[in-house]
């Protein structure tokens, strides 16, 4: 027997709840949709795209998986904290004369049936369905941050995957012209036009351009094992070519306020709000609990004029003494207090540290396009013409073999950086997206 008394907190969110299980449910069953079939679909030469790599990495990522989970833990345990406590029965023999006589010789004799419904103190129902709501909201937003997390480091791990491999056909690409120029620099060696240390030089380069292999692949080994921590074996595909025109960005002020709805920020909220229920609870607590008991006595034989003996109904109330533990009530409510203050502390940390992230994140975003630009508009094109008027002075004997090779390896290498400036700012920008919430 139940004795509905007051408001059930079990309805203030069941709405809440309910949407968030179909969710979870909807996303799981989508997500191993997408494990089952989009690998069966990828031959292990297709290029893997940025696009890709992050289906792949979020498809039943197990880290968020588990956050999810824990989330829907939490509200199926909001339901029982905001229920009553199981109601009692009792069953009896009161009265019953042990010596002589049988259930109908005395007249208190009597066989009983009762219920027993215990009442929490105070709010302490529906603030602790508040409470466990609010844990559940905060391993969701810790879900959505993880997400957040692992989008990001795979397309880092992707950029980088991608610039080693553009790096690689650069030094390939370079190979032969170096080769030819060694080449030919043994056969201007041969008829004394030009010197040993020239063929040497020639041939130390041609050796260099080979260890540079060597440590590209040595780099890529790490670089796909960083993105297969993620997507698995698809990481050992070859990496597109197709690489994100990330230039533009929003003002760094609308950057702030996107990082205001950033989901650990809003995961460290809810943990201050469960903070302030356990408070609340703990002050609850201080008032005193009871419990409602109803019984019926049944009873047999006749009372002196000859009437039947009537049965008996008995109702009580039970109410808590907690002034009995006053100490224990005053540092329960202590400690609920120190949490929600270390609850505000850590949500404050967390918002200077990502303000701070986001602020140098955008500073180096920008400084990353500055260098861009100058590249774009002037240091390529300033190296290509150093290699072309060196070499050709070389061809010419009016210049020296040493400045040839300074600026052909000088021109690799700018390209080479030009790609790592690239590459460096796409990741810059992964990170504000996570950072701000935008899509990229």
Sequence with gaps: MFFPVGLDPEHIHSGRRQMRSALIHTTVAVLAIMVIVAPAHARPDTPLTMAEAVDLALAAEPGQMALEARA?????????????????????????????????????????????????????????????????????ENANARGRSVRTAAQKAWLELYFLDRAETLIRESRPFFADLAEITRS??????????????????????????????????????????????????????????????APLTDLQQGLLQHPALLAANAQVDASAAGVKIADERSKPSWALDVGYGYREGNLPNGDPRSDLVTVGVTVGLPFFRKKSVDSTLTAALQDRSA?????????????????????????????????????LNQAKGQAEAALLAYQSDAGDFADVMRSYIGYLNTQIEHIRLSVDRAQSYAVLANLAGFTP
């Design 72 to 140: 829907a833990a939490l509200d199926e345990r909001a339901v029982v904290a905001g229920e009553l406590p199981d109601p009692m029965l009792r069953l009896g023999l009161n009265n019953f004369p042990l010596e002589s006589g049988g259930f109908s010789t005395e007249g208190m004799t009597q066989a009983t049936v009762g219920f027993r419904q215990a009442f929490p103190a105070g709010k302490t129902r529906s603030l602790s369905y508040e409470k466990f709501g609010l844990l559940s909201d905060q391993m969701s």
């Design 188 to 249: 201007l060696y041969a008829v004394g036009r030009k010197t040993q240390q020239d063929v040497l030089r020639a041939e130390l380069e041609l050796s260099r351009l080979d260890d540079r292999l060597i440590d590209i692949e040595r780099r890529r080994g790490r670089a796909q094992s960083a993105l297969a921590e993620w997507i698995g074996k698809e990481a050992r595909r070859p990496v597109a070519s197709n690489f994100p025109n990330w230039s533009s960005l």
């Design 343 to 379: 609850a505000k502390s850590s949500m404050l940390r967390l918002e200077r540290e990502l303000v701070s992230q986001l602020e140098a994140e955008h500073a180096q975003w920008r400084e990353l396009t500055r260098r861009l630009d100058l590249y774009d508009t002037r240091i």
